[in-house]
């Protein structure tokens, strides 16, 4: 039976070579094949029929019996063979159509916000997509439209640094600890801004939150460069100009870290009421390539700009001190470029 070109075309776009496709609808004609047999109908040479059918074998389309003799290729049946590719295309097809019609969740997209509805839909969506980080300042009338989204990132165990324009007096402390790791009041100026994983979030003239806004407008990014700038403006200016109001306790020990400033948190308040902590950290040495490996020592303190007294020079400074057999090494987040070592991996346990 002649093989049919536009079929082989077809099977093709499944992600076969063109090879491969001659080779499979030579056994599925026969339902069953040695490999001379279907060299002879696919024009290809015995030798070369092996290696084929082996690849076909890894796809899950025949199964090659070589405990027969001769060797029989069996095909399996089509609607199920092919049932895995027809799903990953249908996937496919699925994210290349929400990418083009919803093109603002590209993690390079800028999207200017016209409304208050949708400016409350981008705050509430970078705090819930948030797996490690939210830093976030908001007029007081805002916080309880976004309690709820807050206290879920908390319960996630997110850091969130939350800094509150306007009167806090309608807020209990109660409340103020469920929805941030630290909450700071009194901070000036007319910019809503919120950042979240380093890679999106939100930055608003505050009369954006007033229903008659006029022409003000926001911008929603999902840049990781803008959301490193905004996040510097935030912990370099906003967040040092406010007042310290109160601080979440930190994680009971032992605790293992993905968010590098999360550590620094509990490291700084656990030193300062005089614990005993033992660090381990995977890092490598600072400006170099080398591979990270995991080094031990003892807590000395650190650096930071989170939590009073702030002891930096500029916001982004975070750091843990820890003592080691070499001595007293400084260590830094994975873009950490003042000290000794910058950690893929921080764990924290008491001695």
């Not at 806090?168 to 950042?195: H, I, P």
């Not at 939100?202 to 840049?223: C, Q, R, T, V, Y």
Request: net charge negative; with cysteine; glycine share 6%.
């Amino acid at each position: 039976m002649g093989q049919d070109t536009t079929l082989v075309d077809r099977l093709q776009q499944f992600g076969f070579t063109e090879t491969e496709a001659s080779v499979y609808l030579a056994v599925v004609e026969r339902g069953e094949a040695t490999p001379s047999t279907i060299a002879s109908a696919a024009g290809v040479s015995s030798s070369y029929v092996y290696q084929l059918c082996t690849q076909l074998e890894q796809h899950g389309v025949v199964s090659v019996e070589d405990h027969h003799s001769p060797t029989r290729v069996r095909a399996a049946p089509p609607s199920e063979a092919l049932q895995a590719r027809l799903e990953t295309m249908s996937e496919t097809m699925e994210e290349v159509a929400d990418r083009y019609e919803r093109p603002s969740k590209d993690f390079e997209a800028l999207e200017v916000v016209r409304s208050r509805p949708t400016l409350h839909k981008r705050f509430r969506q970078a705090i819930e997509s948030a797996t490690e980080e939210v830093f976030a300042v908001v007029p007081a009338e805002m916080v309880p439209e976004i309690a709820d989204a807050l206290e879920d990132a908390v319960e996630r165990d997110v850091f969130v640094l939350l800094a509150i324009a306007g009167s806090t007096d309608a807020f209990q402390n109660e409340t103020l600890s469920n929805v941030a790791t630290v909450v700071r009041s009194g901070v000036r100026g007319m910019t809503v801004c919120l950042t979240s994983d380093r890679s999106r979030g939100i930055i608003s003239p505050a009369e954006m939150l007033d229903w008659k806004h006029g022409d003000a407008e926001a911008i929603h990014f999902e840049n990781r460069t803008v959301s490193l700038s905004v996040e510097s403006a935030f912990l370099g200016s906003m967040w040092p100009a406010s007042e310290e109001l109160l601080l979440r306790r930190p994680t009971p020990l032992p605790e293992s870290y993905d968010s590098f400033r999360r550590a620094v948190y509990d490291a700084t308040l656990h030193h300062r009421t005089g614990r005993n902590v033992a660090v381990t950290f995977r890092a490598r040495p600072t400006n170099t390539t080398e591979t990270p490996t995991e080094r031990t020592g003892t807590l000395a303190g650190t650096r930071q700009g989170l939590v009073e007294e702030r002891d930096v020079e500029f916001g982004m400074e975070n750091s843990i001190l820890v003592e080691t057999d070499e001595g007293e090494v400084s260590v830094g987040d994975i873009g950490a470029f003042l000290e000794d070592y910058k950690a893929e991996h921080v764990w924290l346990e008491p001695l």
